[in-house]
């Protein structure tokens, strides 16, 4: 079964907050995913990855960095956060095209 | 542009009643379509997935969905639906090749009743 962990699963931070999301999947998968998920509107792809060092841009990367500092690890970073990025993350990893999510991270922007 | 479309945003069913969720997809060429579950609290799991061939394809705990390509659509299906049913359920459609990059819909929120 196709592990991937979320750290933290939740966070809360202020407006102009320095965010960094985690993921690790432990399956040696070559990509990793970042999507967003929000009411009305589903899933969106804020980043992807196909291997260390690797960054691709997914349909809604303003606001976001991501970085693949191994073939396990996988960060989200909000150098500067703002109120519309309150979402709930998730961080995937792929095998064959079957997607396998972590359990999510809650972030809230004051 | 390549996109799916969910036009229920949500569905209430009794228990041991039928249940089809609609999805409507927009892909140039052929699509390789899925369908994953969200349970309360959880992240999302794969239901079933389309690749070119049989248009109908099984998944778990009993979901079915069928393709259409003259109806762009890839509509899910169950007989009888249970309680453990209760979940938000996404279609989404493979638009970036090898990459295994999904684009989804906005989701439907499946609500059980006894």
């Known amino acids: ?110 | 542009a390549q996109s799916v479309t969910q036009p229920d945003a949500r569905v209430t069913v009794s228990e041991g009643a039928s249940l089809q969720l609609r999805c409507k997809y927009s892909y140039f060429g052929t699509p390789y379509l899925f369908w994953y579950v969200q349970y309360p609290r959880q992240g999302l799991q794969l239901l079933l997935k389309y690749y070119p061939g049989d248009p109908v394809v099984q998944g778990v705990n009993g979901f079915e969905a069928e393709f259409s390509k003259s109806n762009s659509s890839f509509h899910l299906r169950k007989a009888s639906v249970h309680w453990s049913d209760w979940a938000v359920y996404f279609c989404a459609v493979n638009t970036g090749g090898l990459s295994g990059k999904l684009t989804f819909g906005e989701g439907t929120q499946v609500t059980v009743i006894s």
């Open chain 1, 1 to 110: 079964e196709a592990a991937v962990t979320q750290s933290p699963r939740n966070k809360v931070t202020v407006t102009g907050g320095n965010v960094t999301l985690s993921c690790r999947q432990t399956n040696s998968h070559n990509y990793m995913y970042w999507y967003r998920q929000d009411t009305g509107h589903g899933l969106r792809l804020i980043h992807y990855s196909y291997g260390a060092g690797n960054l691709q841009i997914g349909d809604v990367p303003d606001g976001y960095k991501a970085t693949r500092t191994t073939q396990e690890d996988f960060f989200l970073l909000l150098e500067l956060a703002s109120p519309s990025q309150t979402s709930l993350y998730f961080c995937a990893s792929s095998s064959a095209e079957t997607l396998y999510f972590g359990s999510g991270t809650r972030l809230t922007v004051l």
